[in-house]
């Protein structure tokens, strides 16, 4: 486990034999179709990390989701989240396999991948929000971990489902990732999640950042939104931040399309695809297209 970036294996719930150690190859081969560059340089492809950050799974669920969470880099600093996931498909014999992004970049992200049915187009970059009366970050890299750590834990957050109903989201006090290398301003940086409690679902993410501007060196923070539930972040018991479902903040992107969440094939646990998943007005989730009948 090195330094700059820490890979949480959370317990995978009596997945059904070893359906994790199945799909990662999978999760891999699907994260690694994408190319990502920002604008400002659409020929240097971004780095993808192809060890997850993030392993979780959802046994709640009927379907048993499960799934993986990558890290694409900009100059060593995040750029883009990607959850690669699967559930049993209702119809098929084998696993729909989602696509579950958001953009981390400042920077408007170009993205692209060969022989899709189903795109994400990010229109713009991640803003940051200054951290008020959170002191100035320290000298050393060592002081600031503790630092970061403490202001992340100054933020709650919470989820309503299509009822009303209020659950609230525990965040992991370790951060995913971290970042203390000072590159284009950023002096620091690390990532959090708040998970789910009915598995180990990351459903927000928070960014925490030290940040030299205007000769001053401050902390700011992104909240990124992971679900298609309606979502709220308070810092010290203020609502800072919220994602609520509207005609354009919708269950598959919000109204940047910096956030996006699509079904995009079906296979088998031994990769085999079974059917492309094609994204309609009509059916929001996707409708299954069987190889053979392309």
């Known amino acids: ?76 600093r995040p750029a883009a989240l990607g959850c690669i996931f699967s559930q049993q498909d209702p119809k098929l014999p084998g696993r729909r396999v989602v696509h579950e992004f958001h ?20 229109q713009t970059g991640l803003e940051r929000k200054e951290i008020p009366d ?35 989201l525990r965040l992991i006090p370790a951060p995913r990732f971290r970042y203390p290398v000072a590159k284009n301003g950023v002096v620091d940086g690390a990532l959090f999640t708040f998970l789910s409690t009915e598995g180990t679902d990351p459903e927000v993410w928070l960014l925490v950042e030290a940040r030299e501007k205007y000769g001053k060196i ?24 919220s994602s609520v479902r509207s005609k354009t903040d919708t269950v598959l992107h919000d109204a940047q399309h910096l956030y996006r969440l699509f079904a995009d094939k079906v296979v088998t646990l031994e990769g085999k695809v079974l059917a492309r998943v094609r994204e309609t007005p009509e059916v929001w989730w996707g409708e299954a297209v069987p190889v053979d009948e392309k």
């Open 1 to 76: 486990m090195s330094f700059l970036s820490l890979v949480l294996v959370l317990p995978a719930a009596d997945l059904d034999d070893g359906l994790a150690k199945k799909m990662l190859p999978i999760y891999v081969k699907e994260a690694s179709e994408y190319s990502l560059a920002i604008e400002a340089a659409p020929k240097q492809k971004l780095e993808l990390k192809k060890e997850p950050i993030l392993e979780w799974t959802n046994p709640s669920r009927s379907t048993l989701q499960q799934g993986v969470i990558f890290l694409w880099l900009h100059d060593g």
């Open 103 to 122: 953009a981390l970049d400042r920077e408007k992200l170009l993205v692209s991948r060969p022989n899709v049915l189903n795109e994400w187009k990010p």
């Open 134 to 168: 959170a002191g100035t970050p320290a000298t050393s890299p060592g002081e600031r971990l503790v630092q970061t750590r403490k202001l992340a834990q100054e933020f709650t957050a919470y989820e309503t489902d299509s009822e009303g109903k209020r659950c609230d």
């Open 218 to 241: 401050r902390w700011e923070y992104a909240c990124c939104r992971f679900s298609n539930r309606d979502l709220y972040v308070q810092r010290r018991g203020k609502e800072v931040w």
